[in-house]
């Protein structure tokens, strides 16, 4: 075990950072260990937390699936949350969700984190009875305790998982929850003192230890209502993975807080907060707030999902049957033995997979059969349009791709026999050579055999893959020889977020792949050789729905998709180990015809580009690895310079940037600056963590201390900085969601 230099925390071998202090960890170089056998292995299941084995399916404790669900939200597609980075279109996932203990990116509805088993959700709530407190200022904290994932430096303002949240009457109704004195509180960010929310939010604050709260401990168990006068929130945490939710009016904090349920696992409240939607013991309810009263909707439920309004609910129970059900109407089952659900926002229409098959239901309606042997769905727009893959796997040997150019020599050699000569022979030394040489000779023409055997041997899965693009009413095949890799930094397609727009890559192999057996020196070359001579024979192509046109780029790579699909960017001419290149664009038609290339900029840091809905490019030059530090650049002009990549926000609807410069790895804080359009401006030095209200005023922690886990939140309202609180732990996270209960 690693000790932390600072505080003497014991950590984990592969830290980087002290989960105590946040001191960064230097590695030690030492002896590889051998990983244990495939099915010692050990993984969490994000849905109920159990350990269970890697090549598990499912968890053996709740039945979910192991394999993990997680949806770019730049360009829609499917990663495997193993990666800070999409494989598809190059986009930060460190800014959805990380595991608080072990930083892993994870689903944003995974309870708990897949690879060390940490809650992801706030999830244990008992039942208890709680009035709210009067108004009162925020006191000094008597004990601190170790902010769980904190010590990812570069990433400290993603990690504190922090979303603001504001009414939508204006700009000076933006308001924030964070924690201190191990309670709740609520700001307007007025001059009123902040609220304290809870009351008894912990059993034994005397007791608490280190590890016994994490960042993600209370995100999803409080929530706003879309206007933001009434908060949902627990009271009470122990141990366990439930919650009692209660609600109140944040505009009489006199009045008695009103209790929901308990054991709640997850829940969700409806945009005009009449009901709300959630599981407990695994059966789903629905609270009407109205009458103060729940009503059951089904048992064993797994998962759900709920419209905006909160009437139209579709679940899938234990065992993967589907459901639909409309508030006052009686269930509708939509099919059993469903793998994957895609639905539109507002429930109307289905997509879903059963047995390899792409089936689309309307409630209401016949389920309709739109393709068989689909293997993955690659994106569902919200008009209908979908694009999904098809595979064929074929068999095939390593030999099936050489050309024995030695078969006929070797089929004449024969073993030399050494030459019977006596001492006197004077030809007994040219004999002797001649045998040596006909000896290595045949020692080779043997080596190849083993080769030729072990080629033949050696059974490799070929999977085909077609893209396929169904408008809505049919289904029109694009390629027949699709590439199937999510390899980063180029992945082999990409697609865009709001139009049925795909680029991607395509063999286009017009020969038999022949590799000289000369050529091979041993079996690991050969495979090589062969992803080398598909690779060489491929093409890219750009699709805006059926219609699909050539990209006649040679070495372009690392393709992105604007969201409307409008525009291509790819990246050209970059030097060998180096992490910038030529950016160049291209316009897409809603024929998908192609534009020419247009340079768009030059020297541009291949992995930090940032498109956004608007059309507005984000992206660093001059970019060091050791410090991910670069300049910052907006839509072709340089903004600023020594800014840490995963600290930069851009706010799409006030066109602001925020981010932090001259960034300090150990102590984990920046200088905080925000650009509108002119200069940039300076907030603050020492800034610990920020985020963006809707408003564009920018709350941040100053002065934060890493022992105690305490700073100074203050508000930035665009003329001088006014303080919150003192010793404030960290936000509150609210995200809103109509999807729950797994993956």
Not at 266 to 283: E, G, H, Q, R, W
Not at 615 to 640: A, H, M, P, S, W
Request: hydrophobic share 30%; aromatic share 12%; charged share 30%.
């Amino acid at each position: 075990m690693l000790k932390c230099p600072i505080c003497h925390s014991q950590l984990e071998d592969d830290a980087l950072f002290c989960d105590s202090c946040g001191a960064r960890i230097e590695q030690q170089p030492s002896a590889p260990e051998s990983l244990p056998p495939q099915s010692e292995q050990s993984v969490y299941c994000s849905h109920c937390g159990h350990q269970t084995g890697a090549d598990s399916p499912s968890c053996p404790n709740c039945g979910a699936s192991m394999e993990e669900t997680l949806f770019c939200p730049d360009c829609g597609k499917q990663v495997d949350a193993s990666s800070p980075d999409c494989p598809h279109c190059s986009f930060k996932l460190f800014e959805t969700v990380f595991c608080p203990n072990c930083g892993s990116p994870s689903n944003p509805e995974a309870a708990f984190c897949k690879n060390c088993g940490a809650s992801m959700k706030p999830e244990k709530l008992n039942e208890t009875s709680s009035k709210m407190p009067e108004a009162k200022p925020a006191s000094k904290s008597k004990k601190g305790f170790v902010f769980a994932g904190v010590g990812t430096a570069i990433i400290a303002v993603i990690v504190l998982a922090v979303v603001l949240f504001g009414k939508n009457t204006g700009s000076s109704s933006n308001y924030v929850m964070y924690m201190k004195d191990l309670e709740l509180f609520y700001s307007d960010l007025s001059k009123s003192a902040p609220l304290q929310i809870s009351s008894k939010l912990l059993k034994d604050k005397a007791d608490v230890d280190e590890d016994d709260i994490s960042v993600s401990d209370f995100g999803d168990a409080c929530k706003f209502s879309e206007d933001g006068s009434l908060l949902f929130f627990p009271d009470r945490l122990d141990d366990g993975n439930i919650w009692s939710i209660y609600y109140c009016s944040i505009d009489k904090p006199d009045k008695e807080p009103i209790k929901i349920d308990s054991n709640i696992y997850l829940y969700t409240v409806s945009d005009d907060a009449s009901s709300v939607t959630y599981i407990k013991n695994d059966t789903l309810y629905q609270y009407n707030m109205k009458k103060d009263d729940k009503q059951k909707i089904a048992n064993d439920v797994s998962r759900y999902w709920v419209s905006d309004d909160g009437s139209t609910i579709v679940y899938k129970n234990n065992e993967d049957t589907l459901y639909y059900t409309v508030k006052g109407g009686d269930r509708e089952k939509i099919d059993s033995s469903v793998s994957s659900l895609y639905a539109a926002d507002d429930l109307s229409v289905v997509f879903y997979l059963k047995d390899d098959s792409l089936y689309k239901r309307e409630p209401g309606g016949d389920k309709e059969k739109i393709s068989s042997d689909v293997a993955e769905i690659i994106k569902v727009y919200d008009s209908g349009e979908v694009y999904y893959l098809k595979a064929d796997e074929e068999e095939a040997t390593l030999f099936d791709f050489v050309f024995d150019d030695k078969k006929k020599e070797d089929d004449a050699l024969t073993e030399p026999t050494y030459p019977n000569t006596s001492w006197s022979d004077p030809a007994r030394e040219s004999k002797i050579d001649a045998y040596n040489r006909e000896m290595e000779e045949y020692s080779l023409k043997l080596e190849r055999d083993y080769l030729r055997e072990a080629l033949k041997n050696q059974t490799v899965s070929q999977p085909s893959y077609t893209l396929c693009f169904y408008d809505g009413e049919e289904e029109t095949i694009l390629s027949e020889t699709f590439v199937k890799s999510g390899a980063f930094p180029n992945p082999s397609y990409s697609v865009a977020l709001d139009a049925p727009v795909i680029t991607y890559t395509a063999y286009e192999q017009t020969e038999e792949i022949n590799i000289k057996l000369s050529e091979i020196e041993d079996i690991y070359d050969i495979t090589s050789r062969i992803d080398e001579a598909f690779s060489s024979a491929s093409e890219r192509y750009v699709a805006s729905g059926s219609a699909s046109s050539l990209l006649d780029e040679e070495d372009a790579q690392r393709f992105r998709l604007s969201a409307d699909g409008s525009a291509l960017y790819y990246f050209d001419d970059i030097p060998e180990d180096k992490n910038y290149g030529e950016l160049y664009q291209v316009s897409v038609s809603s024929a998908g015809e192609l534009g020419d290339p247009e340079l768009y900029d030059s020297d541009v840091c291949c992995y930090s580009l940032d498109i956004y809905s608007d059309g507005t490019l984000l992206y660093l030059k001059d970019y060091q690895d050791e410090d991910q530090k670069g300049d910052l650049y907006i839509n072709g002009e340089k903004i600023d310079y020594d800014v840490t990549r995963y600290t930069v926000n851009y706010n799409e609807d006030t066109g602001r940037l925020t981010y932090l410069t001259d960034y300090n790895f150990e102590k984990q804080y920046g200088t905080l600056k925000t650009y509108a359009g002119k200069e940039p401006e300076k907030i603050a030095d020492d800034v610990y963590d920020y985020r963006v209200l809707p408003n564009g005023n920018i709350l941040y922690l100053y002065d934060y201390s890493l022992k105690h886990h305490q700073g100074e939140l203050y508000l930035w309202n665009k003329k001088e900085p006014q303080k919150i609180d003192d010793d404030v732990f960290y936000f509150i996270d609210t995200c809103q969601t109509d999807y729950a209960g797994g993956v």
